[in-house]
Every structure is written in structure tokens, then in C-alpha cells.
């Protein structure tokens, strides 16, 4: 059984809900006059909801940016009276808590009307995955589970009643998470800061492989054209990647670095999936499969 392929078909499930529930979403933060930071320190509210919110707790799930940025952006809602200042960072106020769970409703709201399977095809698909999530947060480390303990948390913001589309986008994340915990575990051992680890996968993806496309593409992280610049020289210095007039590339110690590093992340992801037999397994692939064709007609009606 082939279980990139059935992820992959969850990944683009997820992708058309995102896609549709978006307009709703941005619209409550528009109209609620949100700025650009409510898409951190929104979800930042639910993930520690019993934590001190802080740059660092933050960077330990999204580790791709830079302190500044994010102590930017939580210092803007404590202003605006949606965090309140506690020791080294900051805990949310009730008008946060309403705030981080009414854009959580409006993506409900958005993707309510998305009926891609029968009922009770859905709900053995999101069986499927809360068993996946379940055995992957009883696995053995590594990979710590930071990540997907935290979005875990998302749990309180719904109750059994949430449309079967919403608990599917929920139990996804918890997986997608926990993928972001494997991934992390495979390149940490590096020593090297995220903001470069991305740079360095930008340029292995071969889309983003120039100083201005990388500053195009990155740019919402708040780091700068000349940093970036910098970055790109400490990886041709590690012998990451190497540079011919304006395009990078990765050097053969690279690419093996990064095939490396997504092996060892299926390793980590796909080792709990053993929870399931095979004829569960091809169960979730064909369910997983109708989903994103259910999901892609929409896309085709638009």
C-alpha cells in the first residue's frame, strides 16, 4: 500500500477546503478590522491556551521566521486588547478568546455547504484518521510531539455536533501536524536556525532558485532582501547549494541532505499507520481517494 499516495489525496482534500473557506475567514477579519498578525496571534491563542504565548513557543511549531516578526505582531494584538502582557510574553483576554474562535467558526461557516461524500463514508474516514492521530501521539520518540500536542488543543473550539467536514479539516491538521514534528526531527540535528533550513528547501524545490524569487515568495516572514542574501552565502558555504550567476542550486552534499531528510521524515509520519491493516488501509485509500474527487468537482463548479 502506497501511503504517500493516500496522503497526498488528504493533502489535496484539505488544500480545496482551505481554498473555499478562505473568503470567509478573511471577510471576519476585515470586517472585524484584524490586521495581517490575527493569522498569528489568533491561532496562537488556541494552540496555549494554559501557556504564556510567546515568540519562542511559537517557533517551535512554525520555526521559519524571526523573533522580531512575531514579537511584532503579539505586541499589535496586545494593543489592540487581544493579549495582555504576562512576564516574557503574553496570555490572551477574552476578546482574543472570542476573536481566535469567531475566524474559526467563519471557516465553519464556509465549508459547511461541501457534502464531498455520503455521511457515513465521511465519518469512517475521520475514524480512520482519529485512530492514525491517536497512534501517532502514543508513538515512541523521536519525534517529540510538540506540534501536534498543541493543535490538539483546537479540540475545545467545536463540539460532536461540528459538521463532518469540520472535524475532517481538524483531524487532518492533527496528522499534519505530527507530520510537522517528524520533519523537524529530521533536519534539527543540522544545527541550523529554520529560516535557512526553509531558504535551503526553496531552493531544492527548484521553483524559488533566485535571490528575488526567494524574497518574493518569503518576504511575510519579515526578514529582509539582504538577509536573505546572506543566508543564501552561509549555505553555499556549507556546501548546501552553489550559485551560477543569479540561480542556486543544490550541490550533490544537498540533495543528499534533503532526500535524506524527507526519507527519515516519512519514516517518523508513516510508522504509526502500522495501527491499521491492510484492508483498513486500502478502506483509506479509497476514501481518501472519493474525498478529493468529491472535493475537486466543486473546485469544477465554481
Known amino acids: 500500500m502506497n501511503l504517500i499516495s493516500i496522503w497526498s489525496a488528504l493533502e489535496e482534500s484539505y488544500d480545496v477546503c482551505t481554498d473555499v473557506g478562505a473568503p470567509a475567514i478573511e ?5 472585524n478590522h484584524l490586521s495581517a498578525g490575527y493569522w498569528s496571534w489568533g491561532p496562537a491563542i488556541i494552540l496555549f491556551p494554559d501557556e504564556t504565548i510567546s515568540s519562542a513557543q511559537w517557533m517551535r511549531i512554525f520555526p521559519y521566521g524571526i523573533p522580531q516578526t512575531i514579537n511584532g505582531r503579539f505586541a ?3 494593543e489592540g486588547g487581544y493579549l495582555v ?9 477574552e476578546k482574543g478568546k472570542a476573536a481566535a474562535h469567531q475566524g474559526l467558526q ?23 484518521l482519529v485512530r492514525l492521530s491517536d497512534a501517532s501521539f502514543s508513538a515512541p520518540e523521536p519525534p517529540p510531539k ?5 493543535y490538539r488543543n483546537y479540540k475545545s473550539t467545536f463540539d460532536n455536533n461540528a459538521p463532518l467536514i469540520r472535524l475532517f479539516v481538524h483531524y487532518f491538521k492533527e496528522l499534519d501536524f505530527y507530520r510537522m514534528d517528524s520533519h523537524m526531527a529530521a533536519w534539527r540535528g543540522h544545527n541550523l ?8 528547501s526553496e531552493v531544492w524545490g527548484g521553483k524559488n532558485n533566485t535571490l528575488d524569487k526567494i524574497f518574493d515568495e518569503l518576504s511575510f516572514r519579515g526578514i529582509t532582501r539582504d538577509e536573505y542574501a546572506s543566508i543564501l552565502q552561509e549555505l553555499i558555504e556549507r556546501g548546501w ?3 551560477d550567476g543569479e540561480m542556486y542550486q543544490p550541490a550533490n552534499e544537498g540533495k543528499r541532505i534533503r532526500e535524506e531528510a524527507e526519507a527519515l521524515t516519512d519514516q517518523y509520519f508513516f510508522a504509526p499507520w502500522s495501527c491499521l491493516n491492510k484492508s483498513e488501509l486500502e478502506e ?11 472535493l475537486r468537482k466543486t473546485e469544477e463548479q465554481k
Open 193 to 200: 536556525e529554520g529560516n535557512r533550513w526553509e531558504v535551503f
Open 284 to 294: 483509506l485509500a479509497s476514501l481518501a481517494s472519493q474525498l478529493r474527487d468529491g
Open 106 to 128: 467563519a471557516l465553519t461557516d464556509g465549508i459547511v455547504h461541501l457534502h464531498p461524500l455520503p455521511p457515513n463514508d465521511l465519518q469512517r474516514l475521520i475514524d480512520y
Open 241 to 243: 547549494i552553489q550559485q
Open 27 to 31: 471577510k471576519f477579519a476585515e470586517e
Open 146 to 150: 510538540f506540534c501536534l500536542t498543541h
Open 85 to 93: 502582557a504576562d512576564g516574557d510574553g503574553f496570555r490572551s483576554t
Open 76 to 78: 499589535s494584538a496586545a
